[in-house]
C-alpha cells in the first residue's frame, strides 16, 4: 500500500498567513493526488486534483504543487473559514489512500 | 443541483449486516465511478470501496469479503451491503462520486478526484 505522510500534523496561525502543508508518498504517484479540507462534522471537500488543479469554485489562495512523492498545499493570506482539517490522497494505485490530516487551528 | 445523499446508518450488534444507500441527483451513477469512504470517530478518511461504470469493483484489505458495492437497475442508488460487521467497522461513511473518470490504453482505468461528497451516514457497531 502506499502511504502518505502529512505534516506538520497540527499547524497553529493566523488570519493572513501563508500556510504549508507538505505530503510525502511512499512510492510515486506521478500526479495522481488530491487535496481535501474538512471542517468540523462535515464532508470532505475537493480543493485540488492532479497535484496542482484547483477545483472549480475553491478560492485562488488554494494551490497545489509538486509529482512523483512530495507535494504541497500552500495557503496564501489564512482566511478565517480556513481552519480546517486538510488530508491528501493519492489516487494512483489501490487501495486509494489517504493522509493521516493536518490540522489547521488559530494560533 | 448535483449532489449525492447517504441513509441506512443505524446501530447494529458485531456480526450483522446493514446496507448503506446513496441517492444520487444532478448526475447519473451508472455513468460514473462511485466510491465508499468512511471515517472513524475521531480518526481520518479510509477509501471503502469503489464501482466503475461498468460495474467492476475493487475493496479495501480491511472490508473484502465482508462488503459488497453495488448499484439498482435505474442506476440512481448506490448502495453498501455490509455483513459480518465488527466493532472497528464504526464509522461515518461518505459515498462520493469520481471525477473525471476516464479509461487510458496505458494504464488503465484512471479517475482525479472525488468530487461530490454526501453529508455522510452513521454506522455504529456495538453490542
Known amino acids: 500500500d502506499i502511504q502518505l505522510t502529512q505534516s506538520p500534523s497540527l499547524l497553529s496561525a493566523s488570519v493572513g498567513d501563508r500556510v504549508t502543508i507538505t505530503c510525502r508518498a511512499s512510492?510515486?504517484?506521478?500526479?495522481?493526488l488530491a487535496w481535501y479540507q474538512q471542517r468540523p462534522g462535515k464532508a470532505p471537500k475537493l480543493l485540488i486534483y492532479?497535484?496542482?488543479t484547483v477545483q472549480s469554485g475553491v478560492p485562488s489562495r488554494f494551490s497545489g504543487s509538486g509529482s512523483g512523492t512530495e507535494f504541497t498545499l500552500t495557503i496564501t493570506s489564512l482566511q478565517p473559514e480556513d481552519f480546517a482539517i486538510y488530508y491528501c490522497?493519492?489516487?494512483?494505485?489501490?487501495?486509494?489512500?489517504f493522509g493521516g490530516g493536518t490540522k489547521v487551528e488559530i494560533k | 443541483e448535483v449532489q449525492v445523499v447517504e441513509s441506512g446508518g443505524d446501530l447494529i450488534q458485531p456480526g450483522g449486516s446493514l446496507r448503506l444507500s446513496c441517492a444520487a441527483s444532478?448526475?447519473?451513477?451508472?455513468?460514473?465511478?462511485m466510491s465508499w469512504v468512511r471515517q472513524a470517530p475521531g480518526k481520518g478518511l479510509e477509501w471503502v470501496a469503489i464501482?466503475?461504470?461498468?460495474?467492476?469493483?475493487f475493496y479495501s484489505e480491511s472490508v473484502k469479503g465482508r462488503f459488497t458495492i453495488s448499484r439498482d437497475n435505474s442506476k440512481t442508488t448506490l448502495f453498501l451491503q455490509m455483513n459480518s460487521l465488527r466493532a472497528d467497522d464504526t464509522a461515518v461513511y461518505y459515498c462520493?462520486?469520481?471525477?473525471?473518470?476516464?479509461?487510458?490504453?496505458?494504464?488503465?482505468?484512471?479517475?482525479?478526484?472525488?468530487?461530490?461528497w454526501g453529508q455522510g451516514t452513521t454506522v455504529t457497531v456495538s453490542s
Open positions: 444532478g448526475f447519473s451513477i451508472r455513468s460514473n465511478y
Open positions: 492532479g497535484a496542482s
Open positions: 512510492q510515486g504517484v506521478s500526479s495522481y
Open positions: 464501482i466503475y461504470s461498468g460495474g467492476t469493483t
Open positions: 490522497q493519492q489516487l494512483n494505485a489501490y487501495p486509494l489512500t
Open positions: 462520493a462520486r469520481m471525477s473525471g473518470a476516464r479509461y487510458d490504453d496505458l494504464r488503465g482505468h484512471l479517475y482525479d478526484a472525488m468530487d461530490v
